[in-house]
């Protein structure tokens, strides 16, 4: 039904991952993710600064204290800042994530590579009405990309607009199929 | 060809069929390995029982003969249960003694159809056809005893069937462009031989693989006892008179060191190209329209089929046995069976001992492109930097750092370790490279081997781009490829190629609508 066809795209054609105009966390959200790092860190810490001193020599506990504060410290400047740098951007055919302080990492998911979208939240997530969107593909066996701080209702409509794409893709790729498969043989009797 | 799939089944397909009677040793081999499993553990209490008994021979020998009955009446109950059909375009197989199954594979669900014959089997000219679904941990759709014509038939059945659902497709919705391609595919069968190996490749082959070197680390237990293995074979003096001849304590301790691992490596090698001999005896490997079939085997045969569609990567590779001896294994990578290690070793077809022109040859079939012209770029030179300092360096200084606090400054004297790394280190980044053409791409690495790992774009499942904060002062940054066989990494490549990867496989990705498995 549909005549194949196959334009030649030369190099600038290709839209470019550099032009992508990315959209930041919800402002909120850093201090969420900051109170949920609160919470996993006061769990270990608290017992921790109570009983390694008492182990120890009374000398070091002014050290391990000092110590167990810093790291503390650290971690709710990291959680912040990481928050506020985690920035997504949806295009067309793929969903691209990028985060990291200290190491950027800049990864895309592309809608007719995925296998399941997962919605989760945590106990300080769902407090505030946030969400997480987890992405699956066949390339590894864990989250392939994990959008976290998403307003409880935009994750929704992503995951939603994301999945009736998919179906879409799914439905014409049953007509397109047929210059596909054909294409297949030649190219590998070649 | 549409008129086989709906011919009326004849009488022979529609009644249930028993396989070979000589099937039930097939069960007797499972049962026994299922039994050593799972039921050896739980005999404990028999075991004590029978210690503890006056009369050990009579017990011992009335409970083997128990267990014996048990498992040759179970395997041959198995047998007895057995049954299968073909109907169209399913096989029903009907199996359970006491908890009864009912399968129904439809042709179009599986995904690899192999053919093994176990020694045992040669005899009587059968053979064990497995069939594989993607939800099968195996073992469940197997055909064990059924003629090798039987086998061959149904597996020309089911991969004639999956061929006519494409074709078939490609009528219904496409009938303005008539394609001869589709009155060729599935009627003309012609095999095409690509390959053999003679018993010199395969002994070649053994030398080259690196699965020598996992089973050194499954010796390694053994290498702990060893000083008790030698102990039981030399006395305290014999050794002592053995260092003494060969030239005192200390040189005469190195050569007996130097000797024993010499003589583990070479039986590691021995056991290496005995098995590479008892996977790949007889090797064939044949082309027919878009599968293909690898056929080998001494005592056990087997004959595996894969369909080129589910190729993810191709992999050139050798070790530096194989780079003297000039020759290299070709690894064609499936989708690895999400981390499980007994499956992804599976999945590996492998093509032994080849020159480099045969592998070019094959890859040639395989794919469109040419390889020869493809322009390939150096990573960074950074990339050494960065290696001994933070690979090598750092563990070093940590490990370090609670001998120097006490005062220990000659632990200091191993930071000169990365150094004497460096020619390697050096050697690896300079045998690191990568390009691509407009649908493949290629990553080559390498130490005194080499791997040269080219898949085609459009199967890349996610591409990361990664940059730390030194790497983005440089404009350098880390390709991270995932593909449905695994990941591979480009690292230290200037950041605009990074991108130009990642941009390029995106958009190949997204308008190739041709299913990556």
Redesign the interface.
Known sequence: ?T??TNTQ?T?DD?????SVEFSELHPKYRWVNLSSTFIWLAVPAIPLAVVLPKILKSQWSLYIWFAIAVIVCLSFVFSYYSAKVSRYALRE??ILFQQ?L????????????IQHIDLTHGPMERKYQFSSLKFF?????SV??KIPGLPKDDAEQIRAMILSKINKDAAQ????????????????D? | MTNESNATPTTEQTQWKRLSPVASVYYLFKTVKAFIGQAVPSLAPLVIVLLNSDDKALIASLAAVGVVTLLVSSSLLQYWFFQYQLVDNEIKINQGVFKKQHRVINFDRIQNININQPIYFRPFELVILVIETAGSKGGEGDLAGISQPMAEDIRDKILLRQSQI??E??E???Q??D?P??TT?ATEKTDQLISTASTGDLIRYGLSNNGMYILLAFMAPVFNKSEDIIDYFFSKAELNAIVEALGGKLIGGIIIVVALILSVFLLLMLISVLGSILKFHNYRLTLT??TLKRKSGLINTQEESLN??KIQAIARQNNFIGHWLGRENLVLRQ?GG??NKQQTRNNLFIVPARTAEQSEQLIK??Y?DHFDQIETHPINKRYILKTLLLTLLLPVVLISIPFVIQQHFWVMSFYLLPLLCYPLVAKRWRNYRYGKTGEYGLIRTGFIGHKQVLFPLFK??????????VQ?RRNLATLTI???SG?MRIPYMPVEHA??W???I??K??TD??P??
């Open positions: 039904m005549i194949f795209i190099v290709i839209p470019a991952v550099s055919h793929d990291g200290f190491w950027q990492k800049t990864t895309a998911v592309a809608f007719n590579r593909t066949a390339g590894g066996s392939d990309l790729d049953t007509s397109e199929d047929s210059s596909q498969g054909q294409e297949a043989p030649t190219h590998h070649e | 494409k074709v497709q490609d219904a919705n496409n303005t462009l394609d391609i589709d595919l329209d878009e080129l569609s989708a999400g981390g079939t395989l469109t890349v499942q996610r591409a990361t781009i990664s940059q730390s904060i983005k995932y593909l449905a990941k991108r130009q990642f941009d390029q995106y958009a990705i997204e609508a041709r990556w498995f």
